[in-house]
């Protein structure tokens, strides 16, 4: 197999180059799903040792969504990784703001957007020893295999050795001018902690041809290749793919069978719309957690694209809601007293007419608070068109 994009002939370059991007989660994570060489030196160990164990069964087929990517490991693919050593080569990416963070680091993104903001500034320093470079598999093990449904791609290269995220540290002052760390001889505007680490890089220098040394062989960046768009866009039969987003104030959601979370907001899934879903947030202190039902899905198979979206409690519509129902009664209770009085009575006719004006007008008031406070509590909805993923009922290859 050919060696993909950065391939085979020397360490992996780390791709450093930020676009700019829109601000919204799920726009950023769509336009990373570009970036085919993403790191995964922010991955949990579970994840790596996962990562690990699959490269041993055979070819490593993932569902890739560009901030997320899922190892799909009940997808087996014949194939095996060759060790290829290269020439060890040390770099440090350094992200300085959300844009370059989607780009550089997208499957960490939603979960290192807030410690960014917090220090300032994140660093990954690697130090490369070499590849392992997928040999011997076949496309076909993924297009006829139900468990492979909703594969995206598959690791046709994947580079090892040590690695440390850090947080903080210098950041880039006025006019280009680099400002030291803690200790580094200088001012300073922020310490610099370290996030997560695998490995020694004076190990890597023992690597062999036969293999990495063990103390130099962590995961650092896949590249991938993409499968067939057809594979990709298929759920189980009878299912149907739903995007899941935040509404107003950006707060992450979990979208939830019963006590089961099925993910994170932003997140696209196939779903079987015959279940309930619902979508949870965390309202802050003191306050009740948000929680909205997701509308019957089973009324939109065939209508088209559409996104759930989660929308939180507002505690200003509801008090606008409760002051104006209350005036708005006020005046309606008003107008029904003036009109009793008035209007049975030839002197009071100007008290009529008063009633006659104020009734329909607190009538109106009333109504427009009755809805504010019935839709300010937390909701889900379902939003169509066109700029959203399309719905498809799965099927069969």
Partial sequence: MGCLSGGCGGAAAIQATAPQMPSDGLTRCTIAKGEDNPLVTEWTASEKASLETQLQRGAVVVAYHGCEMRILTECPVRGAYAWKRTTTATDVVDINNADELYSKLPLGALKLEGELQRSGRLSVQT?????????????????????????????GQISVGTFKLRSG????????VSVP????????????TVLREA????????????????????????????LPSQ???????????????AGEGGAKWSVQVGDRKLCDTPCERWVDPVMPYTMRSEAGFLQKDNVADVPDLRQQLGSGPFVVRAHPRSIAAL????????????????GVTL??????????KSMCTAGAITVPVGGLVTAGGIYLIVNSGERAEIVHGSATPRLGVGGRF
């Fill in 127 to 155: 130090t490369v020893a070499g590849q392992l470079v997928l040999q011997g598999w076949e496309l076909a093990d993924v297009a006829h295999n139900p468990a492979c449904v909703g594969a995206t791609h598959v690791i």
């Fill in 169 to 176: 540290g210098a950041v880039k002052a006025g006019g280009g």
């Fill in 181 to 192: 760390v803690i200790g580094g001889g200088g001012s300073t505007t922020s310490e610099q």
């Fill in 199 to 226: 490995g020694d890089a004076d190990k890597c220098k023992l690597a062999t041809d036969q293999a990495p040394n063990a103390e130099c062989a962590s995961p650092i960046q896949v590249f991938l290749q993409p």
């Fill in 231 to 245: 594979l990709a866009d298929r759920g189980p039969p009878g299912t149907v793919k739903v995007s899941f987003v």
């Fill in 319 to 334: 008090a606008g809601g409760v002051t104006a129902t209350t005036f708005g009664g006020l005046g309606f209770a008003a």
């Fill in 339 to 348: 009109m009793t009085v008035g209007c049975g009575s030839s002197e009071h």
